[in-house]
């Protein structure tokens, strides 16, 4: 199947363009990629250092039968697509830090921003924008200082340009099968099985206040199952972790 995809060379993020385009009818599986982003945007109103020529910031555009509580799934497979995909480029161990972030050697090389475009009269889902920010060739002197502890990047082949593009398209196909097939649950193994978290003690924050649990299981729709200390069990559908004493 063919897949649209607007290719740029720079933007300020692929997301918001995806968003745009959303709106005046992109069909179902339309890619935005772009070179370089001036404002690419991580979750919680963060930046997302997007340096031109040194990864793949793209966004894709979903629109399946969807409503709000699919979208944590969605990210969750969307994790899964990219995991995938880094298994065949690369050697060493991908591992997931629910929801959205992956990790190489503590190191984080991927995140994923999934954003919600709703109709405004009606409240409902019309699409879902998957943006994927992954660093693939950026050399770890040129992060800016306050990620140079925690940003990671695959250092693919610095000389050969359609690693990235084949790197891409493999994460676009694998995120369009898996999301198109929610119901098959298989990519909630994989997820669980390289899972950064599970059975460690995490720190996450909730109503403004720092709390500590054990990351027990992810459930069906994606959210992240906690054990609290006190025995009761939770589940979270969003928010960040971090591990304890990392
Ligand atoms: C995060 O780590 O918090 C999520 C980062 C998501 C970055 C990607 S890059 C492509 C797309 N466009 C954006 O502005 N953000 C996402």
């Not at 897949?3 to 992109?26: G, M």
């Not at 982003?37 to 930046?47: D, I, L, M, P, Y």
């Not at 697509?81 to 830090?97: H, P, R, W, Y």
């Not at 006190?230 to 960040?240: N, Q, V, Y």
Request: include cysteine; charged fraction near 25%.
């Amino acid at each position: 199947k063919e897949i649209p995809i607007s290719v740029f060379k720079s933007l300020p993020s692929t997301n918001t363009k995806a968003k745009e385009e959303a709106i005046s009818n992109a069909v179902h599986g339309t890619v935005i990629f772009s070179d370089e982003q001036t404002s690419g945007r991580g979750r919680f109103g963060r930046e997302f250092f997007s340096p031109a020529d040194s990864g793949i910031y793209m966004s894709i555009i979903l629109k399946p039968n969807l409503n709000l509580s699919s979208s944590v799934l969605v990210t969750t497979a969307a994790a899964v697509g990219v995991l995938k995909a880094l298994d065949k480029f690369t050697d060493e161990k991908s591992q997931i830090k629910w929801v959205n972030d992956i990790y190489i050697n503590g190191k984080k090389v991927c995140g994923i921003l999934t954003e919600a475009v709703t109709d405004f009269e009606s409240g409902t889902v019309e699409s879902l924008i998957v943006g994927i920010g992954l660093n693939v060739k950026t050399k770890m002197e040129d992060f800016p200082d306050e990620l140079k502890d925690k940003a990671g990047s695959l250092l693919l082949n610095q000389n050969d340009n359609s690693i990235r593009s084949q790197l891409a398209a493999e994460i676009i196909n694998n995120i369009l099968s898996i999301s198109e097939n929610l119901e098959n649950k298989e990519f909630l193994k994989i997820y669980k099985n390289r899972s950064l978290i599970l059975g460690k003690q995490i720190i996450y924050t909730k109503n403004n206040k720092v709390e500590e649990a054990c990351a027990h299981d992810i459930d069906e729709f994606g959210r992240l199952v906690i054990l609290k200390n006190d025995g009761k069990i939770e589940h979270l559908s969003s928010g960040e972790v971090s591990i304890k004493n990392i």
